[in-house]
């Protein structure tokens, strides 16, 4: 099972990354999945995993769903 918490911090460690900010809001990844903060509240109360927005992000900035979601190597595509 996908756990939220998970997928969400490796969101987190992207968005840190490329923005050199240390600390990354739930306010921040809403606006990076292009989600509405409130909406992204209750999808994070729900523990519902927003794909279609988490595949348009990593297209975006071209990571493998494969990382966001399961973890698995390579993070980055070619």
């Known amino acids: 099972m996908i756990d939220f918490y998970d997928v969400m911090s490796r969101i987190r460690t992207t968005l840190s990354n490329q923005t050199k900010k240390e600390k990354i809001l739930d306010k921040d990844i809403a606006i990076a ?6 909406n992204y509240a209750v999808i994070k109360r729900r523990k519902r995993v927003p794909f279609e927005a988490i595949a348009y ?15 698995q190597k390579p993070q980055y595509l070619n």
């Not at 992000?57 to 973890?71: D, G, P, Q, T, V």
């Open 57 to 71: 992000f990593s297209k975006e900035h071209r990571l493998s769903m494969n990382w966001i979601l399961f973890n």
């Open 33 to 38: 999945l292009e989600i509405d903060p409130q």
